[in-house]
């Protein structure tokens, strides 16, 4: 089983949609979570840190489930700018330090 | 803009050549990354730097060797690549390596091995 698994997509919504993705992990004794955008050819961006209460920016809402090892981020009112790829990141403590692990990234396209 | 700079952004190289990616924060930030992102796979962690000091090395090859003068810059010293080694190479930096510090990536520095 991966460490971390995404559906990688593509989600193809109209504009205005809400849309949601998760990310399922497997290591339970991961400790901090993360989502990042990532735009075709370019770098992943922070987008927010998932906080095990669960925390809102705007249209965007990050979510944790501890009990079944998943983080989702809901997307609302979809513009055509959030076209891109979506990467979640787990971090966790290891013999070495803390690591942090990616997934594929789920692609999203917002269409007319 | 970013506050994590790479150069250069495209580089295109033989087996054969020697060539060295760079990378600098602006950030203040303790603790440095190289990663690799290859097509369809997802970022693969290559080498971590605290402190100025090289703490994780995940089983990467001896061709690719980095180097950390200090905590504002970081180079990945490329030499006798393969095909398989043509990617995008991302550096990344965090304040230090707290488990809820988030890392900022630089806009990569995309490879091709001919």
Redesign the interface.
């Known amino acids: 089983r991966k460490e ?1 698994e995404q559906d990688p997509g593509p989600f193809n919504v109209p504009e205005g949609a809400t849309v949601a993705f998760n990310c399922t992990y497997s290591n339970s004794a991961s ?2 979570f ?1 989502w990042y955008r990532q735009d075709c ?6 987008l927010m ?1 998932v906080y095990s209460s669960g925390n809102e920016d705007g249209r965007f809402t990050a979510q944790l489930n501890r009990a079944s090892q998943y983080i989702s981020l809901l997307i609302r009112d979809s513009k055509l700018s959030d076209s891109a790829t979506y ?1 979640c ?1 787990v ?1 966790l ?1 290891t013999g ?10 789920t692609q999203l396209k917002v269409e007319l | 803009e ?1 506050g994590v700079t790479q150069t250069p952004r495209h580089l295109v190289m033989g087996m054969t050549n020697k060539k060295s990616l760079k990378c600098e924060q602006h950030l203040g930030h303790n603790a440095m990354y190289w990663y690799k992102q290859s097509a ?4 693969e ?1 290559m080498f ?1 730097y ?1 402190l100025e000091e090289r ?2 090395n995940n089983s990467v090859p001896s061709r690719f060797s980095p180097e950390c003068p200090n905590s504002s810059h970081l180079f990945l010293h490329l030499h006798t690549l393969q095909p398989e080694d043509s990617a ?1 190479y ?1 550096c990344a930096s965090s304040q230090d ?4 510090q ?7 520095t ?1 490879l091709s091995i001919l």
């Open positions: 971390v400790q901090s993360f050819r370019k770098e992943p961006k922070l840190s990467l990141a971090n403590l070495g330090g803390n690591k942090l692990t990616f997934g594929t990234g | 970013t369809k796979k997802p970022l962690l971590v605290s703490v994780e995008l991302l390596r707290g488990l809820d988030p890392q900022h990536f630089g806009d990569g995309r």
